[in-house]
Structures are given as C-alpha cells and as structure tokens.
C-alpha cells in the first residue's frame, strides 16, 4: 500500500466568539426596544446582561433582552461557557426622546424617523448659531449636517453649533439622517447673520438747567394785566421739579430787563439748558418781537423794549446744549414799513426752541376763571411741561389744547419754530460730573439772587415772643411774616404790623391782586399774624430792615402799650446783584456817559391806576396798547418808532 487518505479532523473552538453585537437605539418613551447579541463558543453558552445604573437586569438571561425604554441607559451583554470562559459585547445606548411621537408609523422597523426638524434663525453677527434636529431609528441615526449643498466637517450631532458666526455663516442649512435601514432629510431652513444691534444711545443731559422767567403787570402808561403773577409762579415751581435754577421776577423796566438777562446770560455755558420766558405785552416788527417793558413810554419805540431774538443770539453765543424761549405775548405787526435793524446770525448750531403762544400778527389771551387768572398759552404749557418727551413734542401738545379751546378759537393759535438736531427734553438729567468749576461758580451766582433770610426769633420786654420767617414768591418779591409765639399772663390782645425800610411799593394792592397773591401765601397749617410784602426788589440799594411792633393791653393797669423791635435781613433775593450797577453800565454804554435816572427815584414814582377787575371768563390781550386811534393818520404817528438796533453791546454780559 503506498498510503491512506487521511482522516477529517475537527477543530475545537476553546474561546467564545461575538459575531454579532447589539446596536444602540433612540426611540421615544415607553417604546418596546429588543436588543439582540450573538455569539459562538464551546458547549452551551448562558448570557447576562447589565445596566450601567444595575448590577443586573432582572430576567436579562436570555441572547435578546427585551425591555420598555423609559429613560436613556447603556446597557452591555456578558457571555459564559461552561469552561469558566466570558467575554463581553460592546455596550449600546438606548436613547429616549420625550418629544412628539404622534408621527411614528405603528409597525415601524427601525428607519430614520424626524421627529424635530430645525428652525430658521436670525442670528446677530458674533454671537452662537444653534440649529437642532432629532430623529427616532434603530440602529440609532447617524446626522450629518449641510450648509449650501456642502457638507460640513465634524457636524455630525443632532445639534449643530457654532460660536462667533460670521457673514459666510449664513445660508440655508439641513442635515441628513441615516441608518443601515435608510437616510433621510430634514427641511432646508435659513440663517440670516445681522449686525449686532447697537447700543441704545447714550441718555441726553445737561451741564446745568437755567430758567430766567419775567413777568410784566404793572405798566405805567398801558393796560395793566392779571395773568403773569399765576403763570410765572406755577412755572417757576413746575421748573424747579424739573431741575432748573429759577430765577423769577415781576415788574421790570426796559433796563432791570436788560440787566437781569445779563446775568441770565452768564450763568449759561456750553452744554447748559438755557430756558427764557416772558409774559406781558408786546408786538412783532419784520419778523422780530419785542417785549414790552413796564416804564414803556406812550408812544414807545423798540429802544423802549427788549428785542427777543437778540437774547437767543447771546444764549447761542454761550453755546449751550438747548435754547429754549418761550413767549406768552401778542404779536401785532406795527411799522413793518420801516427797515428792520440787523441782527448778525451765528452758525447753525441748532437745538434752538421759540414757542409762542400765537401767530404772526394775532393777539394772546388771558383769562380769567374761578377768581384765577392765567394766559391761554401758558394754562396748556404748564399741563404738559413735565413730560418727558422732546420739548417740540410737549409744545405741540399745547398747541393742540390751545386750538381745542372754545374762548381763543379762531383768535389764537401756538407757533413753534425750532433747529431741534437731537431729541432733548426739559427732563432731561443734569451731569454734574467733569465740570464741577463751573456747577460750583453757577450754584453761587443763582442762590444769590434766591437767598432767604433766616428766621428770627423776637423777645420783647413784655416777654412776649415774636416770630419773624421769610418766603420768596419770587426773586424780587420777599414776603415777611409775623407770628406770636407767647404771650405772658399780664398781656392781653395782642397784635403785630410789619414795616420795612426803606419802604418797599406793594406791586400787588390792586384789588384782585392782593387776593390772588395771599392764595400763595396762606394754607391750613400757616396762618401768621401779619404779613408783609416787600416787592421790587431789584430796585433795592441798601439794607432792608423790617420794623415789628407789638401792641398789647396789660392787665393790671388795662392800658395799650405798644413796643418795637427791628430786624436788619441785608439785602435779600435779588438784591443782592445789584442789578441797578448792571442798569447804569447799559446806560453808559448807550450814552457815553449821560447822567442815567436814579433808580430809586423809579421805585417811588407813583403808577397810573389800572382799569377794574374783569368779569368770568372775560378775556385781555397782551398787546401793547399806544394811544386812542381816532384817525387813521392818528394811529400812525402813535405807532412805535423804529431805532437803530444794530449794536450789541447793550445785551453784552457784564464782565
């Protein structure tokens, strides 16, 4: 024999095999998932499966182990032999989605299905771009996102990310959705890269708020008016709440005017809010208004009065942050034959304000009602002033009441002009920071003219007790008042009566007036024995000394006793400035050194008398009044004369 076929041998299998491990899943909540493992070995093989939460799964005995998915786990197959061999599988995820379902086929296999599909998004340029899509599939999807058709490196999660985008980022985007069992694709959706929003616009402010305010009532040689004591004091207050330094004067001549505008004019500088008022009479002149001083004469010529665009002229000089004048007055056209003087305009440095309470060539009105006097114009501006909008936008509001209102309409209608290039408002903050020399040098400049004087405290040789206090209604108006404190046992009826000197002429004795006047003064927890008011301040040129004396019976002898004692309070409010040296320096610039009237012989030069009190509602204008117009030739020669007003240098600020 020369051989043998060989023998078929079998090999033994001594280690166990995985030919098929389980795949991870991502399923929704409470779906039935079934993993499955597959292995070879020798003998009989026994399985146990594990958690990563759990030692064991309970029942996982078994090649497949069939669980009801609740929550996302990991979940890994141990095989055994019975040689004491194991060996593990690779661990698989069961992702659970608790998201809508209701898509979901009943018999479905196992193929990609989107559940959430990306959304389009406007994305500002720097910021993170998040797109997220989601699928169920078993095994679980694989994603893979697409920006234009291209496919994008290392996107290949459910979300996509990305941080600091830029204009290339933006496109259209979708991402496909795979699985052994299929591939699909979610919807394009857009992503648009916008420019970041900027910041909100630093808040407006001011460097400081001035307010000059004047207002005219006792004309010597016009019809006199009612309204500016109650305009100018509910202003000057509403003012004040809104942060402005107020100066507030009544009853000034052409000269106290230009005077008190001077210094008005210092206290403004740049980024300042400079606000001027006036009420009383005036008129307008080729485009030009005038304000009607007290001491005007009959006829008057505008070098009897104060030209209003020349005051803006010299706040645009200061360069202030807002300009702002406001003109309750008429504005009668008279001589617009005659050539207007010239006034030199600066650049346009806008933000530049005129409200006027009525048009070109028409008259104002003042009313009054319920005993209260008060100018249609500012009635309506003192409503609105403390909104915080755009100062055009508040005087527009007050055109439009004023134009609802039945006693002026067709007779009265607001005119506004401004160069307003920023949205300021009257409420605007006050930024004291960077310039605190000059916040300092305009806070004492205003309290001089708003400084009080301090409360006193009188004995009397009786023993009875006298206090004296002080309030300002406005800056040239001091009112004084006496209150008796204690009064011993031996006296009896006391009483007290203020005096002053020099004496001081009380503007507001005319009936009606002095009622509207002590309406200021006096409320429920204030009721003083006497009062005194000292008025014209600005005319003053030496101390005021207020004379208090005390009249009593005594007891035992019943006998009236009177005593005295006087109080020396300086010079109050505005007297202070000493507005007459700013008078005289007007004066002698004008006349080259003209002898100029004493002011104080002003002070003491008796007024005409004024016409009565008016009926309800019955209303005045304030326009200034020249003589009766008999003739036509008459009215003319009684006009106002036009004057040279080419030179500044009257409204120039004091060095």
């Known amino acids: 024999m020369t051989g043998s076929c060989p023998k078929p041998t079998h090999t033994m299998i001594t280690e166990i095999v995985i030919v098929r491990h389980p795949v991870s899943a991502c399923v929704p909540v409470n779906h039935k998932v079934t993993l499955r493992v597959r292995a070879e070995g020798t003998g009989i093989l026994s399985y146990q499966w594990f958690s990563e939460d759990e030692k064991e799964v309970p029942g996982g005995t078994q090649a497949d182990l069939t669980i009801r998915a609740s929550k996302t786990q990991r979940y890994v197959c141990r095989v055994n032999d019975l040689f004491h061999n194991y060996i593990f599988s690779e661990w698989v995820k069961v992702k659970v989605l608790d998201i809508d379902k209701s898509g979901l086929p009943v018999d479905w296999q196992g193929e990609p299905h989107i559940a959430i599909n990306p959304k389009p998004q406007a994305v500002q340029q720097g910021t993170k771009l998040s797109l997220r899509c989601a699928a169920f599939g078993i095994p679980t999807p694989h994603y893979q996102w697409y920006r234009n058709g291209q496919p994008l490196l290392d996107k290949t999660a459910d979300v996509l990310q990305i941080d600091g985008v830029t204009a290339e980022h933006g496109g259209s985007y979708l991402c496909s959705i795979s699985n052994v069992l299929e591939e699909r694709w979610t919807e394009p959706v857009d992503v648009d890269i916008v420019q970041p929003d900027l910041p909100p616009p630093a808040a407006l402010t001011a460097t400081d708020k001035i307010a000059l305010l004047i207002g005219n009532l006792n004309y010597r040689h016009h019809p ?51 606000l001027f008022y006036y009420a009383g009479h005036g008129y307008e002149h080729a485009g030009r208004n005038y304000l009607v001083a007290v001491d005007a004469p009959q006829p008057y010529q505008t070098k009897n009065c104060v030209c209003v665009q020349r005051v803006m002229h010299q706040m645009q000089e200061r360069q202030t942050a807002m300009s702002v004048i406001l003109l309750d007055t008429c504005r009668k056209w008279y001589n617009q034959g005659c050539i207007p003087s010239v006034i030199k305009p600066l650049g346009p440095n806008g933000n530049t304000v005129y409200g006027y309470a009525t048009c070109e060539d028409a008259e104002a009105y003042e009313v009054q009602d319920g005993g209260k006097s008060t100018g249609i114009f500012t009635k309506y501006l003192n409503k609105h002033i403390l909104q915080a909008d755009k100062v ?18 067709g007779k009265q209608a607001v ?3 401004h160069t307003m290039k920023e949205p300021r408002s009257l409420t605007d903050k006050v930024r004291t920071t960077g310039h605190t020399r000059e916040l300092h040098l305009r806070d004492v400049c205003w309290r001089q003219a708003n400084e009080l004087p301090r409360k006193k405290h009188l004995t009397f040789l009786c023993g009875v007790e006298v206090e004296v206090s002080f309030s300002a209604l406005f800056s040239n108006v001091l009112v004084a008042f006496a209150t008796i404190k204690t009064t011993p046992d031996h006296t009896q009826d006391c009483t007290v009566i203020l005096s002053s000197n020099p004496a001081m002429e009380d503007i507001f004795s005319r009936s009606g007036r002095s009622e509207e006047m002590d309406s200021l003064l006096f409320n429920e927890t204030h009721n003083p024995d006497c009062t005194l008011r000292l008025c014209s301040l600005q005319k003053l040129k030496e101390s005021v000394v207020v004379k208090v004396d005390l009249h009593y019976t005594h007891k035992d002898s019943n006998l009236r006793h009177t005593e005295s004692l006087q109080v020396d309070i300086g010079k109050p409010l505005v007297a202070s400035c000493k507005l007459y040296r700013e008078n005289r320096a007007g004066k002698d610039r004008k006349t080259d050194g003209a002898k100029v009237q004493c002011m104080s012989q002003i002070s003491r030069s008796k007024s005409p008398q004024h016409q009565a009190l008016a009926a309800p509602h019955r209303h005045f204008t304030r326009k200034a009044e020249c003589a009766a117009k008999t003739a036509t030739a008459t009215a003319r020669s009684n006009e106002p004369e036009e004057n040279d007003e080419t030179e500044l240098q009257d409204f120039r600020p004091c060095e």
């Open 224 to 274: 006199g008016l009612m309204a500016p004591i109650m305009d100018v004091h509910e202003l000057a207050n509403l003012l004040q709440q809104l942060g402005f330094r107020v100066v507030s004067l009544l009853d000034l001549t052409r000269e106290e005017m230009m005077a008190a505008i001077d210094k008005f004019i210092q206290l403004l500088d740049r980024g300042v809010y400079g």
């Open 392 to 409: 055009t936008h508040v005087l527009e509001r007050v055109s439009e009441d004023v134009g609802k209102d039945r006693l002026v309409s």
């Open 415 to 417: 005119e506004i002009k």
